[in-house]
């Protein structure tokens, strides 16, 4: 799934890096949950996995404005799990230090 994740990456360049195991926290059963958790009081980070940042409307309208077509990704189910601060190390290009601190800013004015 890795080398699926890391051909994706380097074919378009979009967005991947190594998956994060959510699945020992405890009450945790599956990803969906992820705003809920993922940084204490569902504040949404550059280091928020991206489907949690998805499964938050105001998050997802960030994404979206700001790189657009993550969402649609055809490899999206292979780096979902991962943080835009993982993925930036595979997609330096997309994932610019700019591009960064314009979503992290957007996300915090969106809470």
Do not use: C
Request: charged content about 20%; proline content about 5%.
């Amino acid at each position: 799934m890795k080398i699926i994740a890391a051909a994706a990456v380097l074919a378009l360049a979009p967005f991947a890096a190594q998956a994060q195991d959510h699945s020992g926290h405890a009450g945790h059963a599956g990803h969906a949950d992820h705003a809920a958790h993922a940084n204490g009081a569902g504040k949404l980070t550059l280091d928020t996995p991206v489907e949690a940042i998805v499964a938050d409307a105001k998050g997802k309208a960030v994404l979206e404005a700001n790189l657009p077509g993550i969402t649609t990704h055809e490899h999206y189910e292979h780096f979902k799990t991962m943080s835009l601060k993982q993925l930036a190390g595979m997609a330096p290009d997309r994932l610019t230090p700019e591009a960064l601190a314009r979503v992290e800013a957007a996300l915090a004015a969106a809470k």
